[in-house]
């Protein structure tokens, strides 16, 4: 099955740095593309950033110029560094795994369990 085991959360005053890991087993990692979403209090849940298997990237405008996500695949292992974070950072980050599966099934998803980034003033 398909695991993936955050780590590198925690609490940060505004201005200051985290670098959040997730560890991915169960799949062919350099095939999949690998997200970072987060649900902050009282806002909808969004995609903060994206790689492809190309090293492509993508982010919400909020983090640009302060997130960078990047990947290792002989680690299998996704990061985010987060720089310059600010109390609207704060939520619960999700890594999330993209696998394509072909024509027939599809692009799965898969979700870690979150991991806990607090940014206090």
């Known amino acids: 099955q398909v695991q993936l085991v955050e780590s590198g959360g925690g609490l940060v005053q505004a201005g200051g740095s985290l670098t959040l890991s997730c560890a991915v087993s169960?799949?062919?990692?350099?095939?999949?593309?690998m997200a970072w979403h987060r649900q902050s209090p009282g806002k909808e849940r969004e995609l903060v950033a994206s790689?492809?298997?190309?090293?492509?990237?993508t982010y919400t405008q909020s983090v640009k110029d302060r997130f960078t996500i990047s990947r290792d695949n002989a680690k299998d292992t996704v990061y985010l560094q987060m720089n310059n974070l600010r109390p609207e950072d704060t939520g619960v980050y999700y890594c999330?795994?993209?696998?394509?599966?072909?024509?027939?099934?599809?692009?799965?998803?898969?979700w870690g369990q979150g991991i806990q980034v607090t940014v206090s003033l």
């Open positions: 999330v795994v993209l696998e394509d599966n072909g024509p027939r099934i599809g692009t799965l998803e898969f």
């Open positions: 169960g799949t062919i990692f350099r095939r999949d593309d």
């Open positions: 790689i492809t298997t190309q090293g492509s990237t």
